[in-house]
């Protein structure tokens, strides 16, 4: 069960004594919030359910429901680069536009300006909300970035919070009256910031005004919309706002709609504007949200070995084309653990792939082998982003997880292998891959080279890989090489003849 809304929610599983097992789920309303005169009326979000033998039955409705929304992507979801990670609050133009030249040389199709390019922000203390682009940190403007960037044949895309403000912002000066609080001027606050109330009157129009006029301005492809804050203490403070609220009136209920009418009027003025729902890693992924943006960011932390469980349980609701999934430096910002590049590129290949890393500062080899990447998820991104996504049970060991995307078709597969921890047996037992035709018979092969120095069977290793009937592989599986933590295999399944 799932709520398709980006809001307060309840989600409840009972088993009162009457003996009934209900499940239930509605949007959380606080004392107040909805106030319904004589003829008024109320809708509820959509409630989605959904059953099957399993997640995979699950994942596979919920992807092709995802799928056939019309705020669906349509094209291919071009590989990106977002600057956060490579320079965080440091931005000096000629510097990105190294980055930049860097991207494009690496086969980069989109990138990406974040935190850091307005009013007074220089850090995460102040300016927030000022949505006019700093004289100080870009004299020129962003102009002359943004042609740049499509001068090396790349999309533009920019780094927006709308929701948030900074009470050292010049916004916040001018409209206290525009922060949420608690109806008597306190708020809660968190990593510096506070919530801009979208309903009061003003506040919704200058969003609209600033965002647009920059997206005409600057060409812009691409908004990464992040959210980094949970709404504490949100009530009213304009007299009047969200459709006659009173002052202190929680409004969550009105936030949220203001919202949506917001990222709607974004997309009727731009119908290819792409949207990301940042939502500080994670805190607003939804169904309500996945009708009004064409991406989500899983998680802030970058780090490939977390990222296995924070994009498996992440995909059992959105299809892999729709979750951000970036290459980040060998030592992850948040972990602090040293990963080797085919691991961290071979995690972010599966969704929508991006890199996180100041390139440069990258070796050559580390250069040209990310470019090697980027070009086999270009080739496998129709399978990627189209197929049916597959887990393989791991009764047996959890050491090692196989996961995989096939074709509607049945006639191409990838599988990832990846290992997680040290195994505890060798050998194992062979291991069934999901998701085949038994009635097929299968060339099986490494999609990317093998780990240097690890002692692979030599069917694992030969250039011509193995041909096995289906039958075989979905009941006895594959015997499995010695697969080490943190080492992932990318193994290419595709259909010879019927057998």
Known sequence: ????????????????????????????????????????????????????????????????????????????????????????????????????????????????????????????????GDWQVSPQAWPAGLAPLAEHVRGLGMEFGLWFEPEMVNRDSEVARAHPDWILSDGAGGAVEHRDQRVLDLTAPGAWDYLYDAITGLVDALGIAYIKWDHNSTILAAGHMAVGTGGGARHGAPAVHDQTLALYRLLDALHERFPDLDVESCAGGGGRIDMGIMERTQRVWASDCNDAHDRADINRATMLLLPPELVGTHVGSGRDHTSLRNLDLPLRAGQALWGHMGVEW???????EDKRALAALIAVHKNLRPLLHAGELVHADTDEDEAVRIEGVVSPDRTDALYQLT?????????????????????????????????????????????????????????????????????????????????
Not at 91 to 117: C, N, Q
């Open 419 to 499: 290992g997680l921890a040290q195994t505890t047996t060798w050998p194992g037992a062979p291991r069934p891959l999901p998701g085949l035709d038994s009635a097929r018979i299968y060339h099986v092969r490494l999609a990317t080279p093998a780990y240097e120095g690890s002692n692979y069977p030599a069917a694992w290793t030969r250039p011509g890989g193995v041909r096995l009937p289906g039958s075989y592989l979905t009941t006895t599986g594959i015997a499995l090489p010695v697969i080490h933590p943190d080492h992932m295999l990318l193994v290419r399944v595709t259909a010879l003849e019927a057998s």
């Open 358 to 364: 100041d390139l440069r500062s990258a070796s050559q």
């Open 1 to 128: 069960m799932h709520l398709a809304w980006s809001g307060n929610t309840r989600i409840l599983a009972t088993r009162p004594p009457q003996g009934y097992r209900l499940l239930g789920a509605g949007e959380l309303l606080h004392p107040g919030e909805i106030v319904l005169a004589s003829g008024d009326s109320y809708t509820t979000p959509w409630v989605v359910g959904s059953w099957g033998e399993g997640l995979d039955a699950l994942a596979s409705r919920s992807h092709a429901h995802l799928r056939a929304l019309p705020s669906h992507p349509a094209r291919p979801r071009p590989v990106l680069l977002n600057s956060w990670e490579a320079v965080y609050f440091d931005h000096d133009p000629g510097t990105l536009m190294s980055l930049a030249d860097e991207a494009a040389t690496i086969g980069i199709e989109r990138f990406v300006l974040d935190d850091g390019w307005f009013g007074s922000r220089r850090d995460s203390t102040s300016g927030l």
